[in-house]
């Protein structure tokens, strides 16, 4: 990978409306350093979701620039996407399992997707699973899981591939506050080995119990940045965070 690969993730002036309707979000400007843990915060119906869906490449803006690891992926051609995606991990807030899949058929699939073969899938697999803590629950079927399972599920099926960047929608929505915290130090050690985390939370608790986390906040849809997380790279913006970040 050069360096230009290595680059991060940059939104220029982004708009997004869906038909005719008023823009859901505006003018919308940031920089995602590499190896930074956000969290994206805002009150329901900021447009966290919409945001979301830019960054997993889910969704084209109505308008501005968006380039990612040195490439500008609006004009990027269909059939170039899904290698783009394959460098992306997300965690929806609604789990997206595949219900007739094991625990373990569902952490499988990107790497089946991407053409891993079966001989080279069980290791990784398996230890994924018990990263996540659930290596006695490989054979589950979704339905018979807990919701703090299921999530580590989609966790654990979200960073095999090893992303580049996780996106992760409401994570913690479904669980209780001890599970909560459990899943918050699961995103922190995947920071910690390089990936770029993106958490999208309306749970004020939760950004205090990441010390060196950048917040990006969205009130009706335009962006707003209260520890400097769109201004500065991660260490002088870890600074600034220390000298008085509006956490509260």
Known sequence: ?????????????????????????????????PGSFYFLTGA????????LKLLYLAQRPSRGAIRMFGT?????????LPS??????V???????????SAYDNVAL?????????????????????????GHRIDARPATLSGGE???????????????????????????PEMALKLLRLFESL????????????????????PESLIMRLDKGRLSDPTGALRYPPRANTQAGNRGDGRG
């Not at 500008?72 to 170039?80: A, E, F, H, Q, S």
């Not at 910690?192 to 939370?201: E, I, K, L, P, S």
């Open 1 to 33: 990978m050069n360096a230009t690969e290595k680059e991060g993730i940059t939104f220029d002036n982004v708009g997004l409306r869906y038909g005719a309707d008023r823009e859901v979000l505006s003018d919308v400007s940031f920089t995602l350093f």
């Open 44 to 51: 329901s119906g900021a447009g966290k979701t919409s945001l």
């Open 72 to 80: 500008d992926v609006i004009t990027l051609p269909r059939n170039r």
């Open 84 to 89: 783009y995606r394959r460098r992306l991990g």
């Open 91 to 101: 965690v929806f807030q609604d789990f997206r399992l595949v219900p007739h899949l």
């Open 110 to 134: 990107p790497l089946r997707v991407s053409g891993v073969r079966e001989a080279d899938l069980k290791k990784p697999v398996r230890d994924m699973m018990e990263w996540v803590g659930l």
């Open 150 to 176: 299921q999530q580590r599920v989609a966790i654990a099926r979200a960073v095999i591939g090893r992303p580049e960047l996780l996106v992760a929608d409401e994570p913690t929505g479904n669980v209780d």
């Open 191 to 210: 920071n910690r080995m390089g990936t770029t985390v993106v958490v999208a939370t309306h749970d004020v608790h939760l950004l205090k119990k990441v």
